[in-house]
């Protein structure tokens, strides 16, 4: 059963060079049970760039973001946690298999990278009231099967 939809709207505006991308988005995810919904947002510069290695072997990728990357709240305002300021991963594939990640630079506050990407299950889910088992059933806003 999908109990959770989605709507929202991006912007995205693209550089002259690299990989570098701006960004603002706005994404409110609503349980069609209960009605309950927390909104994600987030603002500004993400960037990706190989530094080393070709993309048919081992390379690796600086992905960096400055800004706001996410913003979880509340339908009424109340800010459940809040990543901000310049996060950058050094991330090796083999090909197009992901090899390793870690943090390269950390001028936060960014608890999502600090709890190693649990928070946002451990916040949404309850805040949503859906249950542990059912962080698999987000649904999209167009998708109205139950």
Do not use: Y
């Amino acid at each position: 059963m999908r109990v959770l939809s989605a709507r929202g709207s991006q912007f995205e505006r693209g550089f002259a060079f690299g990989t570098a991308r701006q960004l603002l988005a706005a994404q409110e995810m609503i349980n069609r049970d209960n009605g309950k919904s927390v909104i994600v947002s987030g603002a500004g510069q993400f960037t990706d760039t190989t530094i080393s290695g070709d993309s048919e072997h081992v390379h690796t990728h600086p992905f960096t973001s400055k800004g706001l990357p996410s913003k979880v709240q509340t339908a009424h305002g109340s800010v459940l946690f809040r990543d901000a300021g310049l996060i950058a991963f050094g991330v090796v594939f083999d090909g197009d298999a992901f090899t390793s990640s870690e943090v390269a630079i950390n001028k936060g506050p960014h608890p999502e990278a600090d709890s190693d990407f649990t928070l946002f299950c451990d916040t949404v889910v309850p805040c949503s009231g859906l249950s542990r088992a059912g962080r698999s059933e987000f649904g999209s806003a167009g998708d109205h099967r139950r």
